[in-house]
């Protein structure tokens, strides 16, 4: 028998909620419970009994007790058997090819609803549930097929029938009872959009310094949190949890005159293996910096703080809110971030999308980046050998092969006449003005 022939008479399929409620319907399966979301042919009124007891399954697993998760994962197969429905394909003869095709149909076709093709992550929820439902029909005897084999990508709650209580496991395809192919993995689409590294231009770092204003030892109050996170963030490698999580006792005793190196120890990120705590290095500007934001807006940030809240003792965060701020205490990831993206808007670094709205150019892990492609750029432009295993100690990396192949191909964004150290105050004079 054809796809076509078991679809004959059917319309359409569609998720129905209350069961008791369906006049001339037939549940012609059993266990079902009154209010959870089932799957019915049109205009047979005939449920469908193996996706129904999936979803009521679902619902008793304790993992999607949401009664949202059981309507959307309906929804997900409704969607799902309507597309086969109009290929002419039966939903239990479907295959890994037939679900590539409705992934990427999901990904480019417009949706009636937003005029705009699904975005990953939903399309990522759709296919996740359907592989779902046939790993519970796989578990029950009631499919042969090869989409089972994609269950490795689905942190599944069915467990595979055993052997020996499966009448038909000499008959299953060996794909489907082997895990999937490592070049099959991809199957499932990110749940977001992939983000490449993009690290700043000299241009772009200029309008942002120009925009955060005065460093913080050039100004007599000390204020310029925003231009010392910015300046830090390049020259140090720091991610915005590594900066949220800086104390002031790491870096008061800094010693901004001395010759030697000027490290910040202990700087608390996450590796593969969990917490990782590393050392960076960086320039004496940004250490006067540092001391003199301490000494400065700091100390007023603090006050402030203790006024409003009564304590005694303030945390020992190294940034807190700016004073005068209609909130206190110390900044957050959060506020990091908010706080680069006004700086873009003030520096109009920013770009239009394509719905016309404006939208900044830069996340604040760029930064991260932009130290580790200027550093190379710079020791190219001078002819030196690139340190790879010191840009990956600075980052926290531990493979300096996976450094280097991540950011070899970025070092073309510095113009001739750079360096061979990070000075971001040359930068963001004009090349008269530079030695």
């Known amino acids: 028998m054809t ?32 209010y959870m979301p089932s799957i019915w042919e049109y205009p047979s009124m005939k449920i469908v009994p193996e996706a129904s007891l999936f979803l009521a399954r679902l619902a008793d697993s304790g993992r999607s007790a949401s009664p949202h998760t059981w309507k959307a994962a309906a929804t997900d197969v409704e969607g799902w058997f309507n597309y086969l429905l109009a290929r002419d394909l039966y939903w239990q003869e479907a295959i890994i090819d037939d679900l590539i095709s409705y992934r990427d149909a999901l990904l480019t ?12 992550s939903t399309v990522r929820r759709r296919m996740v549930y359907i592989i779902e439902f046939y790993k519970y029909l796989y578990s029950r005897g009631r499919y042969v097929g090869d989409i089972v084999s994609c269950s490795s990508e689905v942190n599944s709650h ?19 009872r082997t895990s999937m192919a490592s070049g099959s993995r991809k199957l499932l689409p990110h749940g977001r959009r992939i983000r490449h ?16 204003g005065p460093r913080a030892s050039e100004t007599e109050n000390g204020s310029g949190r925003d231009r010392l996170i910015l300046d830090l963030a390049i020259i140090g490698a720091l991610r915005v949890d590594e900066v949220e999580r800086l104390r002031v006792g790491q870096v008061a005793a800094l010693d901004p005159e001395q010759s030697k190196k000027i490290i910040i120890r202990g700087i608390e990120g996450k590796g593969r293996g969990g917490k990782k705590l590393r050392d960076i290095e960086i320039n004496c500007e940004v250490a006067k910096d540092i001391i003199a934001y301490i000494e400065g807006e700091r100390r007023r940030a603090v006050q402030q703080y203790q006024r409003k809240s009564g304590a005694i003792r303030a945390p020992a965060a190294l940034f807190y809110k700016l004073p005068d701020h209609s909130g206190v205490g110390p900044l957050s990831a959060d506020g990091i971030r908010a706080a680069f993206y006004k700086l873009q808007l003030a520096a109009k670094v920013t770009e239009v999308a394509e719905n016309g709205l404006v939208r900044h150019r830069y996340v604040f892990h760029d930064l991260r980046h932009t130290y580790a492609s200027w550093t190379a750029a710079i020791s190219i432009e001078k002819g030196f050998p690139t340190n790879w295993r010191a840009i990956a100690d600075q980052m926290g990396h531990s493979d300096p092969s996976l450094t280097k192949k991540t950011y070899a191909h970025f070092v073309e964004i510095l113009k001739n006449g750079t360096r061979t150290v990070i000075d971001l105050g040359a930068l963001v004079k004009s090349a008269g003005e530079q030695s």
């Open 158 to 176: 069915w467990r595979t029938a055993p052997s020996d209580n499966d009448s038909m496991t000499h008959v299953r395809p060996k794909r489907a």
């Open 109 to 120: 076709v417009p949706s009636q609803k937003t005029g705009e093709p699904c975005a990953a």
């Open 197 to 212: 590294p993009r690290p700043l231009s000299v241009e772009d770092y200029k309008a942002l310094a120009a925009a955060a």
């Open 3 to 34: 796809g076509l022939d078991k679809n004959a008479g059917i319309q359409n399929y569609f998720v129905h909620s209350h069961m008791s409620e369906t006049k001339g319907a037939t549940t012609g399966a059993a266990g079902l419970r009154e």
